[in-house]
């Protein structure tokens, strides 16, 4: 994808334009007159409205925006206008889209028109022989009166390029995908992008005794992986870093607390949603040289029924020594989770925050249109993540980290056990979980947003990268 700055319209060229009544009389100058003749102001910007002009030398769509537009609205039209344009068959695509006057977030808008070319025209067509519905759209010309705008829109192409790389790897199929696929993918976007990542194999991850991520690997015949991501650059502003934890399961059955096929199942290849995240959000941070110290840890295995798999009433040491009686197979995350958060505590860190496609709890409580969140972290820092999400259109919901839910996960004969019950499933996870922490903590719980069977504007359809847009955001106005 191509995304230029313009100053003039081109004749001929497939032109969207985005007016609303604080805009209209700024945009029209750059109509051809003959165009305005027909309709008023107030036709144009009634609510909704789609206005065309096609001839053999105008292809113009005017959109007319809803009153009291807002940055995701806005968003969904632009992306709108993206599919026409590639129904229509066009390769090149110019839009006119000037700051409305009720969205004040300018930076945002910017970074927006620097990624929805990106987010909106984005398949995964690398398994289709021939792809024949493949986009024609190959270039975005972009006229708006946004201030700086060329260093936010190409700030912009570099997040939604990181996005679209977290959606290819939860997209691949899990007998392309698995842990040692995914960890050496990490290894080639940290050369290409510039952050370090060190792969811990088999043996490493036994000599530190890291129990749960071997429990969880041991129906598997590909060894796990634990990687370790650095993004350390001269002139950081952090000394505690910023670290990241991204659940890798490259695909979950369930292990011998087997799933169901349909609509559980059969797309859990999504279930390393969190490590795409984290591997993206190091890909966006690198590529644009954000001035903040972040470690990525993300342990990573598929999750299987097998002769020597982990069984429910086994015991288990995880790294720091806790043991926990496994009683489901399925709450596998949290094992690999746990003993990647205590490995965290070495770092020292400032905030960690997690992302895993955790449970299905969280997805019936908010659907695809939100991430489930519990935090012990400071109320500033997670108020800057609740806004930072508002922004991006990633939003959290906060669930309590109430000491009554620990209660539901008394083992008889261990620590803790490994699931609460039938209820507060996202909060007793997220309570398994903070036991292993002794740090300022977010978890996000993606199990919704992650994945999407219908589309949806400029999430599209499948994976979706959530996670990565909103920790950009976050890191990019981080305050230390
Ligand atoms: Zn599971």
């Known amino acids: 994808m ?175 995908l698995n842990a040692v696929t995914l960890a050496q993918s990490l290894v080639e976007a940290g050369e290409k992008y510039g952050f370090k990542v060190e792969v811990f194999d088999k043996n490493k991850i036994q000599e530190l005794k890291m129990g749960g991520l071997l429990a969880v690997n041991r129906g598997s015949k590909t060894p796990p992986t634990f990687s370790i991501l650095e993004y350390k650059p001269q002139n950081a502003l952090n000394q505690q870093p910023i670290v990241l934890v991204g659940k890798g399961i490259t695909f979950d059955t369930g292990g011998l607390s087997l799933k169901p096929t349909t609509g559980s199942m059969d797309s859990m290849k999504s279930d390393m949603a969190g490590a795409a995240a984290v591997g993206a959000t190091f890909i966006a941070i690198a590529s644009n040289q954000l001035p903040y110290y972040v470690v990525g840890l993300v342990p990573a295995t598929d999750n299987r029924p097998a002769e020597d798999a982990y069984t429910p009433n086994d015991v288990i040491t995880m790294y720091d020594g806790t ?76 669930l309590p980290l109430w000491e009554d839910y620990k209660e539901m996960l008394k083992s008889d004969i261990a620590d803790m056990k490994n699931i609460g019950g039938k209820y507060a499933g996202a909060i007793t996870a997220a309570k398994f979980l903070e036991h292993f922490t002794n740090y300022p903590w977010v978890h996000l719980d993606i199990a919704g947003p992650a994945f999407l069977e219908k589309p949806d504007s400029y999430r599209g359809k499948n994976a979706t990268g959530v996670g990565v847009r909103l920790l950009y955001e976050f890191i990019r106005n981080y305050q230390v």
């Open 323 to 398: 043991t926990v009686e496994v009683l489901n197979t399925d709450a596998e995350g949290r094992m690999i989770l746990a003993d990647a958060l205590s490995f965290a505590k070495q770092y020292n860190p400032a905030i960690v925050i997690d992302l895993a496609t955790l449970t299905g709890s969280a997805a019936m409580a908010v659907g695809t249109n939100a991430i489930v969140m519990c935090a012990t972290a400071d109320r500033k820092v997670v108020d800057k993540l609740i806004e930072a999400g508002y922004r991006v259109h990633e939003r959290l919901v906060e």
């Open 2 to 176: 191509k995304v230029t700055i313009i100053q003039q319209l081109e004749n001929n060229i497939f032109t969207a334009i985005f007016v609303d009544e604080s805009t209209f009389k700024a945009t029209i100058k750059y109509l051809p007159s003959e165009l305005l003749e027909y309709k008023t102001q107030e036709e144009f910007c009634k609510e909704e409205a789609i206005n065309l002009y096609f001839t053999t030398k105008y292809q113009f769509i005017i959109y007319a925006l809803p009153a009291n537009v807002t940055i995701d609205k806005l968003r969904r039209k632009i992306c709108t206008a993206i599919s026409t344009a590639n129904q229509q068959k066009v390769e090149v695509l110019q839009i006119v889209c000037l700051q409305p006057a009720n969205i004040q977030e300018v930076e945002s808008l910017g970074i927006t028109l620097g990624e929805l070319p990106y987010l909106c025209n984005y398949q995964f067509l690398k398994y289709k022989r021939e792809a024949k519905e493949a986009n024609t759209l190959q270039e975005i010309r972009i006229l708006t009166d946004v201030p700086n705008v060329a260093v936010l829109v190409a700030q912009g192409e570099k997040l939604g390029n990181a996005v679209c790389i977290a959606r290819d790897w939860v997209n691949e199929p899990p007998n392309v």
